[in-house]
């Protein structure tokens, strides 16, 4: 017999590249925080990507604010060229046709997130950003959405395009996880993602064949 398809309740999506176009250059970010000589280090001893805000959390409170403010403004440029990812309107309609709840989980700021909603008019709830801690690749941001709407989170899939934060977020939550890799640079992950992408209009068909979305 063949083995029932696990059922799928809800979506949690990552903002920046996967709902949106990726508009910000984190390198020039980094170097801007770091300076040059730290943001060589931080790279060499972090091949997978830098985490830049666990890095910063150890600092004392003139450095972070410092920090916070350069990667403001980096998100505010931004914000100004922010644009939809090709395939996520359609999706979105998708998930609402057959009633899927759909979240939102990003280490971008909540003005951000705010301004995805308010430009574009898709609607995502709960949407977490950097301001609920502790924020991905910790499990709890997607714990906390599972709970808001009473499902398990193997009745959930987390879907973005970093392996580091949003496929390990959604390992370590229990929920299915879509890696979003658009030019296909993630071979080896120590994160190995239930499904990879090249774009959002190939998830309809994922859900479609392995889930129960009915």
């Known amino acids: 017999a063949m083995a029932a398809k696990p059922r799928l309740r809800g979506v949690v999506f990552d903002m920046d ?3 949106t176009v990726p508009v910000i ?6 170097r801007s925080v770091l300076g040059e000589e730290e943001y060589r280090r931080a790279r060499s001893e972090n091949p997978s990507g830098i985490d830049i805000l666990h890095l910063i959390e150890k600092w004392s409170v003139d450095e972070k604010k410092k920090a916070y403010d350069i990667i403001e403004d980096f998100e505010k440029n931004g914000m100004d060229r922010l644009q939809i990812m090709p395939g996520a309107v359609q999706l979105c309609q998708f998930l609402d046709s057959r009633n899927i709840r759909r979240g939102l989980i990003t280490r971008n700021a909540k003005r951000a997130v705010d301004l995805f909603h308010e430009r574009f008019g898709v609607i995502f709830s709960p949407a977490l950003s950097r301001e609920f801690r502790p924020y991905k690749p910790d499990p709890a941001p997607l714990l ?3 709970s ?4 398990h989170p193997n009745e959930v899939m987390m879907i973005g395009d970093s392996p580091k934060d949003d496929v390990a977020c959604g390992k370590r939550a229990g929920a299915f996880s879509c890696l979003l890799d658009e030019t296909g640079r993630y071979d080896e992950v120590e994160f190995k993602p239930d499904y990879r992408v090249s774009s959002l ?3 309809h068909s994922i859900l479609e064949n392995h889930f129960n979305i009915t």
């Open 17 to 19: 590249g996967t709902l």
């Open 201 to 203: 209009v190939e998830i």
């Open 144 to 146: 906390h959405i599972c």
């Open 25 to 30: 250059d984190f390198p020039a970010m980094y």
């Open 148 to 151: 808001v709407w009473g499902v």
